[in-house]
C-alpha cells in the first residue's frame, strides 16, 4: 500500500495538489456571501489558478502571470472576494515554482514577475503600504523564492531534472549501471 501510495504521488502529485487548492478555494468562495454572478467569475479564476498549478513545473511563469493579473484585477472585484486564503496558498505554490523551475532569463522575469506581485500585494492590502506589510509580504514571496532556488541548486548538483518523470529516471539509473 505505502509503495502504491509513492508511486501514485510521484506521478500524480502535481494534479493532485492543485486539485485539493482548487477544491479549498471553490468552497471559500461558495460559502462567501456575494451575488451568484460573482462566486462563479471567482470560481471560474479558481479552476484557471488550479490548471496552470497542476502544469506548474513545465509553465511556471503561467500560474505566476495568471496570479499577477488575478491580483491587479482583485481591485475591481467585491471586497469579499478578497477573503479567499486558498489563494496566498496558490501564491506561494507560484513563487516557490517559478523559483525551482526555470533558468536563465526565464528566472530572471520570474523574479521580476514576483517582484511585481510583491507590490502588487502591499498596494492592494487594506492597511496600505507600512513597515510591517513591507516585512510581511517580503517573507511570504521571499520565504518560497529562496527555498525553491535552494532546491533547484541541490537538485542541479545531484544530476536529477524536474522534467523527467519517476519511471524515465529509474531507467536512466538503470542504464548509468
Do not use: C
Not at 117 to 124: D, E, F, K, Q, V
Amino acid at each position: 500500500m505505502r509503495d502504491q501510495l509513492v508511486t501514485f504521488i510521484q506521478r500524480r502529485g502535481d494534479e493532485t495538489l492543485a486539485t485539493g487548492l482548487t477544491a479549498v478555494a471553490l468552497v471559500q468562495i461558495w460559502l462567501l456571501d456575494e451575488s451568484a454572478g460573482a462566486r462563479l467569475a471567482a470560481s471560474a479564476g479558481a479552476v484557471a489558478l488550479g490548471i496552470a498549478a497542476a502544469r506548474r513545473v513545465r509553465m511556471p511563469l503561467v500560474l505566476l502571470g495568471l496570479l499577477l493579473i488575478g491580483s491587479a484585477a482583485g481591485a475591481a472585484l467585491p471586497k469579499r472576494l478578497g477573503d479567499i486564503e486558498a489563494i496566498g496558498l496558490f501564491i506561494l505554490l507560484a513563487v516557490y515554482s517559478a523559483a525551482a523551475h526555470t533558468s536563465g532569463r526565464r528566472t530572471l522575469l520570474a523574479g521580476a514577475l514576483t517582484f511585481v506581485l510583491y507590490i502588487t500585494a502591499m498596494a492592494t492590502d487594506p492597511e496600505g503600504i507600512n513597515i510591517a506589510a513591507v516585512i510581511f509580504f517580503a517573507l511570504v514571496f521571499g520565504g518560497p523564492w529562496v527555498a525553491g532556488r535552494a532546491i533547484r541548486h541541490r537538485r542541479l548538483k545531484s544530476g536529477g531534472s524536474s522534467t523527467r518523470r519517476p519511471k524515465q529516471r529509474r531507467r536512466s539509473s538503470r542504464s548509468a549501471r
